[in-house]
């Protein structure tokens, strides 16, 4: 099970569950997506030099856990905390005066953000997905195809 947010203050780290929340007490947050990483098949150096090379930013650095199964993290740095989403393609993301109300998984979290801010991250989120997603073309495909084959058919 994976968390849907984790909030980390100077003091404690949350990870925040559909029907529970759980203090991470025995490691940091850098080591726990480290693990969380490498069990999914990558390392979260290699995850973060990804998403800075294919998005070309270097500010509030998503982190991916498995391309192939669309989960990945994305930081809110907000006054006393640092926040830490998981992706989902479905979210709504509303104005409350000064606040941004996020809903994910049917749970609503209410930020002291612009929307603007939160949205971003998605998008962000969901470039770096469908950069994986695109199909070259079959022109080029063919192409490859015939180059090689043509090297071994008698």
């Known amino acids: 099970m994976i968390p849907l947010l984790i909030i980390k203050t100077d003091t404690l780290i949350q990870l925040v569950y559909h029907d529970h929340i759980e203090n991470l007490t025995h ?56 926040v830490w989403i998981l992706y989902h393609v479905e979210y709504t993301i509303k104005r409350d005066g000064l606040y941004s109300v996020l809903t994910i998984h049917k749970l609503s979290f209410k930020f002291p953000l612009d929307p603007r801010v939160i949205r971003r991250q998605f998008i962000r989120c969901r470039q770096y997905l469908e950069s994986f997603q695109r199909v070259p073309s079959m022109t080029n495909l063919s192409h490859v195809y015939e180059s090689l084959v043509s090297q071994y058919l008698i």
């Open 27 to 82: 490691q940091s947050l850098s080591s726990w997506f480290h693990q969380q990483c490498l069990s999914h098949g990558t390392t979260l150096k290699g995850s973060m030099d990804a998403m800075r090379f294919h998005l070309k930013i270097r500010q509030k650095i998503p982190v991916c856990l498995s391309a192939i199964q669309g989960l990945m993290y994305f930081p809110l740095t907000l006054q006393d905390c640092e």
